[in-house]
């Protein structure tokens, strides 16, 4: 579907990427589609080294007495793994790098609001991903990702203030970027560009943005506190002097449990762009899908204490807090519903970005119905800590994001870099790590609902068989992965050239040459049609 | 373009992202509010902490407040408070375009901040330090140990030694953190007054100075805050 | 353009108001109202808040959007405030069926 007989050489034109050359002028760029880059290239880093530490797990858990590691190290590599994918992967993913590059595109502006502060949130991004990369040289830490109380104050003989300050610094990029988008979607705006014509991944970034600003700081004073307490062997945390464990809980879930929904939301959004450029249609029930963005931007911060159903917190909160969890799951449903009603009597292609769009409707839906079932208070009190809360949040984010993100990654790719990726590779690709997924996750619902617990370096010998399907699993996803790192590379310097709009999509973005000059757009567009303006006749 | 000065200095103002003066001023201004939003949540968060154990350990807590000099907190209120008229003077100088009366309003302030932070340095947390106040082992051998006059108060308060060192730690966490914000704010000051000096504001771009007052003016509501909820706790004689 | 100016007499006023106002809650904690204590001296410092929000601040002659940023960011720490202490508050509210409970247990 390319045009790449018209196209000129990509080197005859300037564009963001050949304006001008040298590590300084990377280093030191303020465009919004370098700094993507950057991003991307730190992000895609550090996405292998939490990779590393599963492969490391999936490995020792084949035997029941452990096959790898001792337990003392096992607890390592989980917590390892935790913090750098929550933090340093799954809530900078999109929001970073496709956000990054297209939201001032797909608004119409020349770039950001505030580009410098764009390039400062990637230096705070590394800073804090070399503290906690050190953490991990230094020998790591056990706590979890979760740095409970008053083991991780009192007891812990890991680096866990290394580690959590590798984590309170990359807060303050989280909140630098959607600081940033907020600006940007409110007051820069092309002329004709309501808010009911923006594109969905727009509406999906803006309410990401929101829970990005509100809840982020109230983890990094958390977080602050808990160094403090372990610093100074005061605190408030420590149930010795009167202090209240539960309450780091109730401080640190406050953004965490949002945090997950700054995790899915831009995958969502992307899930709207793909769904409609691949069947040819207009979304269906666009304002629904806007709204129910900011409606789990809103409800996120009302759940976070099904997190502590067992904790000690109060019975009548819990009925509250799960009150309010099952509220939380119906724009989510809203979106699906609608997601499906786009494809039905669409124009179905099966590029790879539609198969992973497809592959994120389903396993998401998994995930998120097994999320309902966490919510319920009687069934969290069986399966809470077990394998069955770890299937959960993997189908969402594995299945869900990174899905999501690698189907965003392949749709926009020849937009980023001017190139055509190798289409079968990447078809099959999708295939492989839609299998090796359902391999490696699905057995540990039934694992947890057996009673398998998490976090445990031993298991009863009877959970032998699947936690080898699941490990079996996590090889096979592990080389999904590792195709694309290798022919997406290959692409940037063999792949076709792409031309301004192969996928023949709709969206601001698409109306500017591939690779994009630096400042986007030749004159600012007007926007005079509605979003997603598929016609029946081009299908 | 650019053959007016007055001209030049708006062109040069304009940065290339944005289409005219009026945009940029909105951008800015909204996204120090953004800032602000997420500068309540921050404090906010010790603000919850503190709230659950004051309801929890009244008593602790009163008698931990009434070691607090409240003269002294009344005292930095109303330096804090006359430092927040000069800032808004000092923008309102700046919208007018008067350079001297900016600069001279930004140091006022400047002066104002770094007097609160003098006096606390100076009248409260030494005095703490002295009398075995601040809480845990911040040097060893430091540890928190009221004693004499100080450890008889608490007692006859049946205060509990555990919970009043709690109290400390909010004191010093929360008053700790916004003098931290108040020292970079100072710096961000000192760098406006250094900017006025060379004539870099105008009537028409005036931004930082406006931005960095309203996180001036933020940061003494938290302590509009902190002095009732700190230093007041159980009544003053 | 440079936004509406306000005149210095606001400002003057609005930090004598200020001043009076700390010096009235300083006199309100030498009186011994109980638990309204609490209450008063928190009504008097989002007064002041108020003030300086809305005068030092200009937000009384800013936008609908700018209005909307302060709401929310208290509107949201009120969120944590609550609901957390919806948890604290209620903690010992343990709830024990009436058939559980012989004549000599206590609810704590």
């Known amino acids: 579907m390319s045009t790449a007989t018209i196209e000129p050489s990509l080197e005859s034109r300037v564009h963001y990427l050949n304006v001008s050359y040298g590590i300084k002028s990377w280093l030191l760029t303020t465009d919004h589609k370098r700094i993507a880059l950057l991003y991307l290239a730190s992000i895609t880093l550090m996405f292998f080294v939490g990779g590393a530490a599963a492969v490391l797990i999936r490995l020792h858990l084949i035997e029941p007495t452990g096959a790898l590691v001792q337990p003392e190290t096992y607890n390592k590599l989980f917590s390892m793994h935790g913090i750098i994918m929550v933090f340093f992967f799954l809530i900078p993913s999109i929001p970073a790098t496709l956000g990054n590059f297209l939201v001032p595109m797909m608004v119409g502006a020349r770039d950001l609001a505030f580009p410098r502060i764009n390039l400062l949130s990637w230096y705070v991004y590394m800073v804090g991903a070399l503290l906690t990369l050190s953490a991990i040289l230094a020998g790591g830490v056990d706590t979890g990702w979760t740095f409970y109380p008053p083991y991780s104050s009192n007891y812990s003989q890991t680096h866990v203030i290394l580690a959590a300050l590798g984590v309170f610094i990359a807060g303050f990029s989280s909140i630098l970027t959607g600081f940033n988008f907020i600006v940007t979607i409110h007051k820069m705006r092309a002329p004709g560009l309501t808010w009911f014509r923006l594109p969905l991944f727009i509406w999906a970034l803006y309410a990401t943005s929101i829970i990005q600003i509100l809840g982020t700081p109230v983890v990094a004073i958390t977080i602050a506190l808990l160094g403090l307490e372990r610093l100074f062997h005061v605190g408030i945390f420590d149930p010795k002097i009167g202090g209240d464990p539960i309450l780091f809980q109730h401080l640190f879930w406050f953004y965490s449990h949002p945090a997950v929904y700054i995790m899915i939301l831009p995958p969502m959004g992307v899930i709207s762009e793909l769904v409609t450029c691949f069947s040819r249609k207009r979304i269906f029930g666009y304002s629904f899908i806007a709204f129910s963005s900011l409606s789990i931007a809103v409800i996120s911060f009302l759940v976070w204490g099904h997190h502590m159903f067992v904790s000690g917190q109060s019975v009548y909160a819990g009925l509250v807090f799960s009150v309010l969890s099952f509220l939380v799951a119906i724009p989510s449903a809203i979106k699906v519903f609608n997601w499906t009603a786009t494809l039905y009597k669409g124009s179905i292609s099966y590029d790879a970005p539609m198969l992973y769009a497809m592959g994120f409707i389903g396993l998401f839906t998994m995930g998120g119905v097994t999320g309902l079932f966490l919510a319920s208070l009687a069934v969290d009190v069986h399966v809470h800590d077990t394998y069955f809360v770890i299937a959960h949040f993997h189908y969402i984010m594995v299945g869900g994001a990174v899905m999501a993100y690698l189907g965003g990654i392949h749709f926009w790719w020849p937009k980023i870099t001017g190139r055509l990726y190798p289409d079968k590779w990447a078809r099959f690709a999708a295939l492989v790590i839609f299998i090796g997924f359902n391999l490696t996750f699905f057995p540990q619902y039934m694992l947890g609902y057996l009673g398998m617990p998490r976090r445990y370096a031993v298991y009863p010998a009877e959970f032998q068989v699947l936690n080898v399907m699941s490990s079996a699993g996590a090889s096979i996803l592990g080389v999904g992965y590792l195709i694309p790192l290798v022919y997406l590379i290959w692409s940037m310097r063999y792949g076709p050239v792409a031309g301004p709009n192969p996928w023949r999509a709709k969206g601001l973005e698409w109306e500017t040459p591939s690779p994009p000059p630096t400042e986007n757009f030749e004159e600012t567009p007007v926007v005079t049609e509605e979003a997603y303006a598929y016609s029946t006749e081009e299908a | ?237 | 353009m440079s936004g509406h100016i306000v005149p210095q007499k606001v400002y003057f006023t609005i930090f004598a108001l200020l001043i009076g106002m700390t010096g009235l809650t300083t006199w309100v904690a030498t009186q011994n109202f109980g638990r309204w204590n609490t209450v008063i001296a928190l009504a008097i410092a989002i007064c002041k808040a108020t003030l300086v929000i809305l005068f030092f601040m200009h937000v009384k002659y800013s936008s609908n959007l700018t209005r909307a940023a302060v709401v929310v960011g208290f509107f949201w720490l009120a969120l944590l405030l609550t609901l957390t202490l919806s948890d604290i508050l209620t903690r010992s509210w343990i709830p024990t069926p009436s058939s559980w409970q012989s004549s000599t247990s206590q609810v704590p």
């Open chain 2, 1 to 237: 373009m650019a053959d007016h000065p007055a001209q030049a200095v708006q062109v040069h103002a304009l940065a290339h992202q944005f289409d005219d003066l009026d945009q940029q001023h909105e951008a800015s201004n909204f996204g120090m509010w953004i800032f602000l939003a997420t500068e309540i949540m921050f404090f906010g968060g010790m603000f919850a902490g503190y709230t659950i154990f004051r309801h929890e350990y009244f008593t602790s807590f009163a008698a931990g407040s009434h070691l607090l000099n409240w003269r002294i907190g009344a005292t930095n209120t109303a330096v804090l408070i006359c430092s927040s008229l000069t800032m808004a003077l000092a923008v309102h100088a700046a919208q007018l375009g008067k350079r001297m009366q900016l600069v001279t309003f930004l140091i006022l302030t400047i002066v104002l901040g770094l007097a609160f932070i003098g006096i606390k340095l100076t009248f409260e947390w030494s005095r703490d330090w002295n009398e075995y106040l601040v809480p845990g082992q911040l040097v060893l051998g430091h540890a928190f140990a009221p004693q004499g006059e100080i450890l008889k108060q608490l007692q006859e308060a049946h205060a509990s030694l555990p919970k009043v060192e709690m109290f400390m730690f909010f004191y010093f966490a929360m008053t700790g953190f916004h003098a931290l914000h108040m020292v970079v704010g100072v710096g961000l000051l000192l760098a406006l007054t250094i900017m006025a000096w060379q004539g870099r504001f105008s009537p028409q771009r005036f931004n930082p100075v406006e931005g960095i007052g309203l996180y001036w003016h933020f940061v003494d509501i938290v302590w509009i805050f902190l002095f009732p909820l700190l230093y007041l706790i159980g009544g003053i004689s």
